[in-house]
Each structure stands twice: as C-alpha cells, then as structure tokens.
C-alpha cells in the first residue's frame, strides 16, 4: 500500500474516533458548540444586514440616473447634526427655480438637466376612486423624468409645450393608475383631481419597485409650471439633477454646477455652500463611512466571543484527554504513534468549532435577511463573511486544540494503562 494510501486510511480512522467521541459526549459537545455559534452569529447577522441595507440603498438612489447627481438645499440626509449644524441648514434660502434655470442653462457638460419640487401626502381622485393620502405629486421640467430615470410605459411624459403653457396633465405611477382604474379602463384621456385641480393623464410610468421601505410607483408628475402656478413659488426649493455627458467628466461636471449656483446665489468667495449635493457614489461612500465603525465593534466582540469559546474548548479537550488517558494508552500499545494522537484530538477540536461556526452561519444569514423582509428586498449571502467565519473557526479549532492535542500524544503508554 502506497504511503498517500496509508495517510488517508489514517486520517479516515482519526475522523471516525473523534466524530464517536463527540456523539459520545453529546450534551458537552453542544454546550461547547454554542460559544462558537454566538461569536460567529453576531458577526454574520450583522453583516448580512448591512448587506441588505447596501442593496437597498443602492436600488433606492438609482431613481437617479447613470452618471447623474443632485444638487438641493440640504445636505444627503436632510438637515440633521448637532442643534447648531441643523439651525445653520434650516436658515438656508431656497434654491429658486430663476437659480437653478441658471445651472441648466450655463453648465457645458451637462447630457440634461432636471428641475424639480415636491410634495407629499396627495389624494388622487378618480369619479368616486381615491388614493390613500400618501401619494407624492411632483413638479418636473422636461428633463427631469431622464435624470430620474423614469421610463413612460403608455402614453406620454412631460413635454416643453406642457410647460410653456403650464397645461394641467399627469404622468401616474404604477401604483396610483392600479389604485384608481379597473384593468379594463385604458387611464391615458382619463381626468383625475388632486387639492381640487382636475389634471389630464396623459402617460403611466413603467414599474421602479420599492427600495428602503418606500414605494417608487407611488408618485404622480405634473409641469414644474403647473405646480408653481398650483401652490405658488414660495415655501418651495428647487431640487437640480444633473446628468453627466460621462461618468469621466461626473466630479468635473459638480465643480461647474456649483460654480454656477455659487455665483447665482451670491455666496462669498471662501464660504462654504449654501446647499448639498450627492451622487450615488457619494451616498454609497458615506453609509460605508458611517457603518464602518459598527462593522469594526462588532467584529470585535465577536472575535472576543469566539476567543472566550476557544478557551472553552480548550478546557473541554483536557477534560477529554483525563477521561479518555486509558483509551489513548491502549491506542498506543497496539501501534498508534504520537501523531495519529496528535491528529484525533486536533481533527475533534476543528469539527467542534466548525459545526458552531456554521450553525451560527446560518442562523446569522437567516436573523440578517430579516431586514430583506421588511425593507422588501432580495435576500443577501455575505459569502465573503461567511469564507471568513469557516477560516476564524478553522484556526480557533487549531490554536486551541493543539495544546490538549500535544498532551494527549506525549502520554506516556504505560502510565496511560495504569491510569483509573
């Protein structure tokens, strides 16, 4: 017989007698277990929920096109901060639509430039059909369903003439033209009211889903000129949406667009903004800023979890290795040598730490993609996170098993058979 041949019968008979001595041992074993689970828990669960949370920012901030950023009065995030930092961000002047027409029509590296406000809480009524009172109407220019990235399904959407003659029409969302009209109704010639304004469907969005708990398809679209001829210009700040010619020339494009708002709203040289901007990137970059430090103490107490159950399992292989001294003597005395010893114990150690560490996987990823539930998105697999959980407890069961390994070796056969 070959000696590859030898070594895997061996360790095939090392496999065997520590998976026995573990069923033997069945409620230790799993006493043992659950340091391991815990530690490898916290950390997985945590990380897959951050997983998800990522994805789903990521579908939420694509409502904004490809190479496109937005420019508003607040900041990403709103006006949050200490209670001087949020005072300083509510004192700040609305962007006008005369400033942000200024942008749109100044900046050279813009594809199209999207102008637009909001309001949220809007009914839309229908004969005698009405929404929940949770619709936002929006008031866009021409460009604005591009640098959303809405696509019109049926219909139409905003047009120029549309806004030079502030025309009361409506492009609805999915949700809204579903919540108001039968199948069998065709929407499009259709007359809605919204805060009694009767307004023409003139085009149905394509579907964008829901991202962080919100519905995308729960929006309704008229002229820019239309709302501000609606509700009136004051109270309103102008969000600006910039799409980029490339995503090359994106942080060149930001430069010159606030540039251009800085000279429109008369901010001193060396003064800092007056209004925020974001881009996607920007968002992704500050929730990784500012989860980093979460995802840094968690795996630190994880990792002090799972040191406290090595030591666990450490003191339970030297429990094994007193117990078991009569059965390793007898090993030894019919020919097995000081490393088939070494090899069992380190081989039960390992299988310990690695069954702890994948029911914790599991139960982690499961507890993790709650969060995919109720923020109603695709469930996430951290696989990096879950190489690293089978590695940690690899080594956890290595380190800490060698030592009971080493003593069970080096005892002494004759002594190992007197032993009672």
């Not at 021409?142 to 959303?148: I, K, M, R």
């Not at 609606?230 to 980029?244: C, D, E, F, L, Q």
């Not at 009569?326 to 020919?335: D, L, P, Q």
């Amino acid at each position: 017989m070959s000696r590859a041949m030898l070594e895997w019968v061996d360790l095939r008979e090392s496999l065997a007698m520590a998976l026995n001595a573990i069923r033997a041992n069945k409620l230790r074993s799993v006493l043992t277990l659950l340091g391991i689970v815990v530690g490898v828990f916290s950390i997985i669960s945590v990380m897959t929920a951050m997983a998800v949370l990522r994805n789903s920012i990521e579908e939420g901030i694509t409502q904004l096109g490809a190479n496109t950023f937005q420019i508003q009065k607040f900041p990403p995030g709103g006006p949050g901060g200490h209670d001087a930092q949020r005072r300083r961000f509510r004192n700040r002047k609305d962007i006008t639509i005369e400033q942000a027409t200024m942008v749109k029509d100044n900046i050279t590296l813009a594809e199209a430039v999207g102008l637009e406000v909001w309001s949220w809480g809007k009914i839309v009524w229908w004969n005698a059909q009405k929404t929940n009172p949770n619709v936002v109407l929006f008031g866009e220019n021409a460009e604005g369903l591009l640098t959303n990235d809405w696509v019109v399904e049926t219909g139409r959407g905003i047009t120029q003439q549309d806004l030079d003659f502030s025309r009361n029409v409506v492009v609805l969302g999915l949700n809204v033209r579903d919540k108001l009209f039968p199948p069998q109704v065709n929407p499009i010639g259709q007359r809605v009211r919204i805060d009694g304004a009767v307004y023409e469907i003139v085009g149905i969005f394509q579907k964008k889903g829901s991202a962080l708990g919100g519905d995308n398809d729960n929006f309704a679209v008229i002229p820019i000129s239309s709302f501000f001829q609606k509700y009136g210009r004051t109270g309103w700040s102008v969000n600006i949406m910039v799409k980029a010619r490339s995503r090359e020339v994106v942080d060149e494009a930001i430069e010159e667009s606030r540039a251009i708002l800085r000279k429109a709203r008369k901010v001193a040289p060396g003064a800092d903004d007056d209004f925020g901007y974001f881009s996607n990137d920007s968002v992704l970059r500050q929730f990784n800023e500012f989860t980093k430090y979460l995802r840094l103490g968690v795996a630190v107490v994880s990792s002090i979890a799972l040191l406290a159950a090595g030591i666990g399992i450490m003191n339970i292989m030297l429990v094994s290795v007193t117990e078991r001294t009569r059965e390793i003597g007898i090993r030894k005395a019919v020919g097995a040598m000081k490393r088939d010893v070494l090899r069992q114990f380190l081989i039960e150690a390992v299988i310990l730490c690695q069954a702890g560490g994948l029911l914790g996987i599991l139960v982690g990823i499961i507890v993790g993609n709650v969060v995919s539930v109720l923020l109603e998105v695709p469930p996430v697999i951290p696989w990096d996170w879950v190489g690293y959980g089978v590695l940690f407890c690899a080594a956890v069961g290595l380190v800490f098993g060698v030592y009971p390994a080493w003593k069970a070796a080096n005892l002494d056969p004759i002594d190992a058979l007197r032993y009672e």
